[in-house]
């Protein structure tokens, strides 16, 4: 049980890795439409994080913000 709960624990903090990477990428971005794009995919995986972490309360914020 314990395993699967550190598999949780590691793959939440990768998508979290990957939802900075976006959000970084989203603001280095000088087309505001690709912006907004990469912005719904960060914020999509803020989501899924969250998600992954059992937080349902910012899970569902996070996906009404997307």
């Avoid at 939440?12 to 990957?18: D, H, M, R, T």
Wanted: with cysteine; hydrophobic share 65%.
């Amino acid at each position: 049980m314990s395993e699967l709960l550190a598999y949780h624990d590691l793959l939440g903090q990768a998508v979290g890795f990957v939802a900075l990477v976006l959000c970084i990428a989203a603001f280095a971005s000088k087309d505001d439409n690709r912006l907004l794009v990469i912005l719904i995919f960060g914020n999509a995986a803020l989501a899924l994080q969250y998600a992954l972490f059992a937080a349902w309360a910012a899970a569902g914020i996070m996906t009404l913000n997307t």
